[in-house]
């Protein structure tokens, strides 16, 4: 696999890696869902150079992640705003931000807690089915290739030995 080629990869993950797989891009895109929206702001608030912003942001844009509305006409400037597929990635933004609150805090707890809004308490995100309601965990979860795999996928061949049966504990 080639760094610069992952979007044409057949691979969800390795396709989606190529979109936000740089801690610049998780990092802006954190920003976004904090409602930060222009280039200044971002920039204060990250300290990144204005080179490496302004190419992230044009990558989250060419990908259809953030869209690049106008606010001011001289000079010229923009809002990026979160655009559907942009919104999507909530839950992964989400699913990063619980595993460092389990695995990254030191000793003053939590940077930020999440409210939901419908019920005002906070929450810890979970991953649940969507065909029963039952979280998720990686040894309840069985992978099958799907119709976009590779025939010489790791997923492929592993559907051609025979099946072992599966034994749940807990």
């Known amino acids: 696999m080639k760094w610069d080629a992952l979007e044409d990869e057949p691979c969800s993950l390795a396709r989606t890696v190529a979109v936000i797989g ?3 891009s998780l990092l802006i895109l954190r920003e976004c869902f904090l409602r930060i929206r222009r280039f200044d702001v971002f920039q204060a608030s990250l300290g990144i150079t204005r080179h490496l912003l302004a190419d992230r942001l044009k990558k989250l844009v060419r990908f259809g992640v953030l869209r690049r509305i106008p606010y001011q006409e001289s000079p010229k400037r923009y809002e990026y705003i979160l655009t559907q597929k942009g919104l999507d990635l909530y839950p992964i933004i989400m699913s ?32 649940v089915c969507s065909e029963c309601g039952e979280p998720l965990t990686a040894k309840a979860v069985h992978v099958h290739p799907g119709p976009g795999a590779r025939r010489s996928s790791p997923v492929h061949a592993k559907a051609q030995t025979p099946s072992r049966r599966t034994v749940r504990s807990g």
């Open 22 to 24: 740089d801690r610049w």
């Open 96 to 127: 990063i931000v619980h595993w460092g609150n389990i695995h990254m805090v030191d000793s003053r707890g939590r940077p930020m807690l999440h409210e939901h809004k419908n019920c005002g308490r906070m929450f810890d995100p979970v991953m």
